[in-house]
């Protein structure tokens, strides 16, 4: 029962540092999960092949569980369709939903991906955090630095990305 919790649970991934001398399947794995750019974040679904692909790009990204209310605040900010316009309740009604937190709850609970919706840019372009990062970019997140798996605490760092 716990590992078929685990597969319905949305987890967000930030990219933190550039790849300059980074090796070539690192820069590749990077933009197939969409992160071309420092401070863009992508939304995923906890399967066996994303998580592969998190590990091989972890001294680079942050990544956690993302809540409700985080999918929510991002899809209603920093929701972009293509040319870069915004949101709105118009394209959400197009693509089968009532309202924008039915469209959240879809992303949530993974019942829908997010990069698969038509017309949708699948990464968030976020801001760095506000009073910067807490850590050392180059560092583990359980070593005191910024970088790997956080848990919980992706939401407080993209609230203070956003």
């Known amino acids: 029962m716990t590992e078929e919790n685990k597969e319905s649970t949305c987890i967000a991934v ?29 939304l995923i679904v906890n399967s066996p092949s994303f998580v592969g692909m998190i590990k091989t790009a972890q001294n680079y990204v942050t990544w956690g569980e993302a809540s409700k209310e985080t999918v929510s605040m991002l899809l209603a900010k920093k929701g972009r369709l293509a040319g870069n316009k915004k949101l ?43 009073k910067g990062f807490r850590g050392n970019i180059k560092k583990g997140y359980a070593t005191g630095g910024e970088l790997g798996y956080r848990g919980e605490k992706i939401n407080d760092l993209i609230k203070r990305m956003a």
């Open 14 to 42: 930030v990219r933190i540092r550039g790849t300059v001398r980074a090796q070539r399947e690192l820069r590749e794995t990077l933009q197939m999960l969409h992160l071309t750019r420092n401070n863009y974040a992508v």
């Open 88 to 130: 709105t309740d118009e394209y959400i009604r197009k693509a089968g939903y009532k309202s924008l937190e039915e469209l959240a709850e879809a992303v949530f609970s993974c019942k829908v991906a997010y990069r698969k919706l038509p017309k949708m840019q699948p990464v968030f372009k976020l801001h760095p955090p506000s």
